[in-house]
């Protein structure tokens, strides 16, 4: 094995799984998007864009220019997103009420929204929330932006407590009965298509049978199957 090999090699290993799923899932994001990031995972995507990337980020609590998490001591309590942690604004920043946050989210005006998963099935459809008044993640937005949005990523990891979350039918209530764009994780990334699910990357240093062992829906695996190119 090469020097410039056993390079790669140590840099792949310092990228934990979140950081993998959120830096891929940058790579997606073009100059002069408006682009709405899902609470959690999610929100790490913008941590791995170029400084003046011209993206706009929208939340469905009311701003659009989303800047990055502010150092400590320098927090707004009425600066947060969706999902109260704290954010900066960009210059140039609006601040909206949610009638018309919801406008551009129902009206189709979002280029890309980048939600988390419980389960995608076969046909591409998303599952990301579960029974209401239970300790478990409710519904939110996400109807919304999975419905209105132009594309929808959804960025989570392969599995959870070793049960895989790409499976052939979702056991768990639907977002939205739409395909979603693309599904990334720790290990894939994964195109929903009129064909099926088609494996278009594995993550560096996974082989394609670690992904179909981690799978339980049928993918379509190509005969080269690219590793992801993470900066």
Known sequence: MSNTTNTAAAANKAWDPKSIIAARVAQE????MLVNLGIGLPSLVANFLPPNSDVFFQAENGVIGLGAHPPEGMEDPYLTDAGGGFVSAVPGAASIDSAMSFGLIRGGHLDLTVLGG???DERGYLANWMVPGQKVPGMGGAMDLVAGAKAVIVAM???AKGEPKIVPECTLPL????RVTLIVTD???ICPTDDGLVLQERAPGVS???ILAATSA????PDVVPEMVLG
């Open 157 to 159: 990891q392969h599995a």
């Open 118 to 120: 419980l389960q995608v």
């Open 208 to 210: 394609v049978e670690t």
């Open 187 to 189: 290990l894939a990334v």
């Open 218 to 221: 049928k993918l379509i695996v």
């Open 175 to 178: 977002t939205a009965a739409r």
């Open 29 to 32: 994001l073009k100059p002069g």
